[in-house]
C-alpha cells in the first residue's frame, strides 16, 4: 500500500479491545426456554430480530425462526425499512444499530449490549475526521458503514462492503477525487479494483488485520484445492492470495455456488454457521490468525459482536433498555448518505435477499 495516501495516523492504542465475553453454557433445556421466553417476548412487543452472521448460531437461528433477518450489514440496514414491526432488535454492533435508527426514525430500535462497537468506528473520531475532511475539501467523502452517526452526517455517501466498489466506480466514472474512511484494507483494494483517486484514512478491523500471510500459504499448501474466500478488510497480503474477495453474503454464496469441496475462510469465524448451513459437505478452514508462537487479540472473531447472546437478547426486551437514540438534526444528516447508497442500490438491481438466503 503506497504510504502517500494515507494521509492520518490513527493511534492504535486508543481502540482498546475488550476481552471476550464468557457465556455460561447453557443446558439443552435452558436454552429452550430462554428461546421461548425470547419469542414471546418478541411477538408480545412487535419486535423483529435482525443478526449478522457474525453473531452466534443461537441467534441466527432465532432471528430466522421468528421472521427476522440473517444478513450481512447492506441487507440490515435494508431489512429494518421492509418489515412493520415497530421495534427491531438489531444483533450485530452499534454501527448496525444506529443505521437502522437512522432509516427508521418511528420504529424502537432496540441492541442487546450498546458496548458492542467496531475498531473501525473507534478508530473514526469525528473532531479529527472533520479536520481531515477540512483539509480536502475538493473531495467526495465516501465513509464505510462501520462508523458514527457523527461520522456518516459529514459525508456524502455510505458504503458497506457489499457495494463499495460499484459506489466508487460511479464516481471515479463522473471524474470525483474521493476522500474514504475508515478501513485502509478496504479502501485500497476499490482502489485498485476502481483505478479511482483515493485518498485514504488510516483504520483498520482487529480480527481481520490479524489474519497472517505466511501462515496462509502455508495452509494452501497443505490444502491445494481449497479455495480462499476473504473479506476486504483483510490486508493486501491476504487479498492477493484469494481466489474470491466479497462481502460476508458473497463469501457464503460462494462457498454454494463454487465446486471446491475445501474453503479457507478470512473473515469472523461466525460466518462458519450459515456457510455449513448452505452447504453441509464442504469443509471449513479458518485462515490463521497468529503466526507461530505469537498470540492474538481477536482470534478471528470479534469480541463485539460476541456481546450478543440469548441472555443479553432476554435482558434487552425484559428491560426495554438499550434504546438507540439519534438527535432529529443528525439524524436527517446522516440519513442523507445513507439513502444514496439504498438508492443507488434499489438502481442497481442489488436485491434484497429472500428470507433465509445466503
Ligand atoms: P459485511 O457488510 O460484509 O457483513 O461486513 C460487516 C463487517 O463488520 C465485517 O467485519
Ligand atoms: Fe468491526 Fe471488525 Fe468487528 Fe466487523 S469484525 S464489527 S469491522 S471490529
Redesign the pocket.
Known amino acids: 500500500m503506497n504510504s502517500d495516501n494515507l494521509q492520518t495516523k490513527t493511534d492504535k492504542s486508543a481502540v482498546e479491545v475488550p476481552e471476550h465475553p464468557h457465556w455460561p453454557p447453557l443446558s439443552e433445556m435452558e436454552k429452550q426456554q430462554l428461546t421461548s421466553h425470547i419469542k414471546r417476548l418478541l411477538d408480545e412487543q412487535d419486535a423483529a430480530l435482525v443478526a449478522h452472521y ?1 453473531t452466534s448460531p443461537d441467534l441466527q437461528i432465532l432471528a430466522e425462526e421468528t421472521g427476522g433477518c440473517v444478513a450481512d450489514s447492506l441487507e440490515m440496514a435494508r431489512f429494518g425499512s421492509k418489515v412493520k414491526s415497530k421495534t427491531l432488535v438489531v444483533c450485530g ?1 452499534r454501527f448496525m444499530g444506529e443505521t437502522a435508527k437512522i432509516i427508521n426514525p418511528e420504529k424502537r430500535v432496540l441492541m442487546p449490549d450498546m458496548e458492542a462497537t ?3 468506528d473507534l478508530g473514526c473520531k469525528i473532531d479529527e475526521f472533520s479536520r481531515f475532511c477540512d483539509a480536502h475539501a475538493d473531495r467526495t467523502i465516501v465513509v464505510y458503514a ?1 462508523t458514527s452517526a457523527e461520522v456518516k452526517a459529514r459525508a456524502d455517501w455510505v458504503v458497506t462492503s457489499g457495494i463499495a466498489l460499484p459506489i466508487v466506480k460511479h464516481l471515479a466514472e463522473q471524474g470525483k477525487k474521493i476522500l474514504w474512511a475508515p478501513d485502509k484494507h478496504l479502501g485500497h483494494y476499490v482502489q485498485q479494483m476502481s483505478g479511482a483517486d483515493i485518498l485514504l484514512w488510516d483504520g483498520s ?4 488485520e490479524e489474519f497472517k500471510s505466511v501462515a496462509l500459504e502455508r495452509i494452501r499448501r497443505i490444502h491445494p484445492d481449497a479455495a480462499v474466500l476473504v473479506h476486504p ?1 483483510s490486508p493486501q497480503a491476504i487479498i492477493d492470495q484469494a481466489d474470491v474477495v466479497g462481502s460476508t453474503t458473497a463469501l457464503i454464496k460462494a462457498v454454494s455456488s463454487m465446486d471446491n469441496l475445501e474453503f479457507i475462510v478470512a473473515t ?1 469465524r461466525g460466518i462458519f454457521h450459515k456457510m455449513q448451513q448452505q452447504a453441509p459437505n464442504k469443509l471449513l478452514i479458518e485462515c490463521p490468525t497468529a503466526g507461530d508462537g505469537a498470540s492474538c487479540q481477536s482470534c478471528a472473531h ?1 469480541p ?2 460476541e456481546m450478543n447472546s440469548l441472555q443479553t437478547l432476554a435482558a434487552t426486551l425484559e428491560s426495554g433498555r438499550n434504546t438507540i437514540e439519534i438527535d432529529a438534526s443528525l439524524r436527517e444528516r446522516a440519513l442523507r448518505p445513507v439513502q444514496r447508497m439504498l438508492d443507488f442500490a434499489e438502481q442497481q438491481g442489488i436485491q434484497m435477499k429472500k428470507r433465509g438466503d445466503a
Open positions: 457474525y454492533v467496531c475498531s473501525l462501520n478491523c482487529v480480527v481481520h478488510e469472523d470479534c463485539w459482536m
